[in-house]
């Protein structure tokens, strides 16, 4: 500035600013002359705030969902599906999908990877499913999840099969974080396999008839076909045949048995007798096989044993020492948070669990909570500091209330922006609103520093509220309107990549419009409200303007 500016420079005044200011002038004129009313004004606007922050009207969730601009169906079918039914049912999936003109391509698998990472049989399918760009789409699907819901309606067609709907990268997060196939889970934890299943079914009607709940389904854990051989002991003994007799014949003929080594130098190789298959193959050849009673009677295992076959143990999932069974689901068409909750609720409600037996809501709703729980304890650390550190530089507690009594209405705006647009509460936008606090924090030490300056120099408080705010006017209007400006951008872009950031813009460009007039207004009327002739002032010569500086 010094080798840039000359001395002989004047200030250029701005017609539009000379305008704005004398009209700010007699719009303070008016609140200082019905301060009564002004603050009610204000105490009205918190209570709407607060009661459009705490009624549940804006929905919640954790982050906004990042759109891949692809699709990752994933189709469950009974846990005893073998390779031929499982490819079946994904060559006509495959079918439904790539019909819709809005894909461009589908790639499927069916069972567990090459690598062997995940433990899956054949009832497990998925497909990539890449789309073309949003504005390629038909003009009958707005958004993705009509897109969604219309594939889930075709493929819900065919029998036997329960889809889920999410995205390849978000699905690996969220199977990473709570440890199941499915956008969001609950976890019920028990011993009992059969009253773990009841419960869960139990449990799925419930959740079904909750709006907003889509993809719903349960991670069998029985259903898998045993034969089971349960040994008649008197039967046996009548025969005269060991039990462990009968188990060796039966781990011979049907699962093979090492009689002997072969040896080939230093290398070992068991010698497995076993029964070909034409003789295990069904239960009815699995009774028949033959056991040597010592008085050299061939005994058939009917004889013996109760050969049953029954639902078996599929898959046991275990989790922190204890064995659990999943529901999986998602919400589609409303938000996470009230979803969640009411399912939550009803479930205590209506579903009585055992002893020994708990629930434990999982995936995107836990990760919600945990960032709620970790900002409950952030904000209220920050604001304590930031109040330590506004005392350090007023020198007094009253002008901190009074500026944190108009950071508790920054909120307003932002609030607003968000039921308007119809954006849920997440944790990008609570940062935009972290945002808004520090912006109205800043906004009030300017302009309490400012009013109180001039009273040093002998203006009363009225006087030094209304040429402060009107001096201040400036640089707050151009602090707010170049932050506001440059998220214009961010709040309205809906191309891939921009769920992350429009919340947070949402947020700040709402919140900074309203912010601007109420701390244009609000802030002066309070200091006008509150302030008294010993108020705690800072020395004269602190000031922000120096000595040339004119007060008009």
């Known amino acids: ?178 440890g199941v196939k499915g956008e969001l ?138 064995r659990y069974i999943a529901i999986k689901y998602s919400v589609r068409g409303r938000d996470l948070g009230s979803t969640v909750r009411q399912a939550i609720d009803e479930v205590r409600q209506k579903i009585q669990l055992p002893e020994g037996y708990h629930l434990d809501w999982t995936g995107e709703y836990e990760s919600q909570q945990r960032a709620n729980r970790r900002l409950a304890v952030i904000v209220p650390v920050t604001v304590l500091l930031m109040s330590f550190v506004l005392y350090s530089a007023f020198n007094s507690w009253k002008w901190v209330v009074l500026i944190f009594a108009v950071v508790a209405l920054s909120p307003l705006g932002g609030i607003f922006s968000l039921l308007v647009t119809g954006t849920h509460f997440s944790v990008s936008s609570g940062l935009g609103f972290l945002a808004l606090m520090g912006v109205s924090v800043e906004i009030g030490v300017i302009m309490i520093e400012y009013i109180n300056q001039l009273r040093t120099r002998g203006m009363n408080p009225r006087d030094a509220a209304k040429e402060g705010a009107e001096l201040r006017l400036r640089p707050v209007m151009m602090t707010m309107l170049v932050a506001t400006l440059g998220l214009v951008p961010a709040a309205l872009s809906h191309d891939i990549g921009s769920d992350s950031q429009r919340p947070f813009a949402i947020v700040i460009v709402g919140g900074l419009i309203v912010e601007l007039l109420v701390s244009l207004v609000l802030l002066p009327s309070l200091y006008v409200f509150w302030a008294r002739p010993g108020d705690t002032l800072p020395a004269p010569e602190l000031g922000f303007f120096g000595e040339g500086e004119h007060i008009d």
């Open 185 to 322: 889970a609950v976890k019920l934890f028990g011993p009992d396999l059969k009253i773990l299943e009841e419960k869960a079914n139990a449990m799925r009607e419930v959740m079904e008839k909750i709006p907003g709940v889509a993809d719903l389904g349960i991670f069998e854990v029985r259903g898998q076909p045993n034969v089971n051989l349960v040994i008649d002991r008197a039967a046996a003994d009548r025969f005269g045949i060991n039990v462990s007799d009968i188990q060796d014949a039966v781990e011979t003929a049907v699962g093979g048995k090492a009689v002997t080594q072969l040896l080939i130098g230093d290398q070992r190789y068991d010698l497995t007798v076993r029964y070909q298959e034409s003789f295990r193959r069904t239960i009815e050849d699995i009774a028949n096989i033959r056991v040597l009673a010592p008085s050299g009677e061939r005994v058939s295992l009917a004889q013996v044993c109760q050969v049953k076959l029954e639902d078996g143990a599929s898959s046991i999932y275990r989790e922190a020492n204890s």
């Open 1 to 178: 500035c010094n080798l840039v500016f000359k001395d002989d420079i004047r200030e250029w005044r701005n017609p539009l600013l000379t305008f704005l200011r004398r009209a700010y002038a007699r719009i303070l004129d008016w609140c200082f002359d019905h301060l009564k009313m002004t603050l009610a004004g204000g105490l009205i606007a918190a209570g709407i705030m607060l009661f459009l922050a705490l009624s549940g009207i804006i929905g919640s969730e954790f982050l906004p969902h990042l759109d891949e601009g692809a699709i990752w169906v994933r189709g469950t079918l009974a846990p005893s599906t073998g390779p031929s039914t499982g490819i079946n049912v994904a060559n006509r999936a495959r079918l439904v999908l790539a019909n819709f003109p809005e894909v461009i391509q589908v790639v499927s698998q069916v069972g567990r990877p090459d690598d062997g990472t995940d433990a899956s049989g054949f009832y497990n399918t998925e497909f990539f499913v890449d789309l073309l760009p949003r504005a390629k789409w038909r003009s009958q699907f707005a958004t993705k999840d009509q897109l969604i819901a219309s594939i889930d309606q075709e493929l819900s067609k065919l029998p036997g099969v329960t889809w889920n709907f999410s995205q390849p990268i978000s699905d690996n997060v969220e199977e990473a974080v709570s």
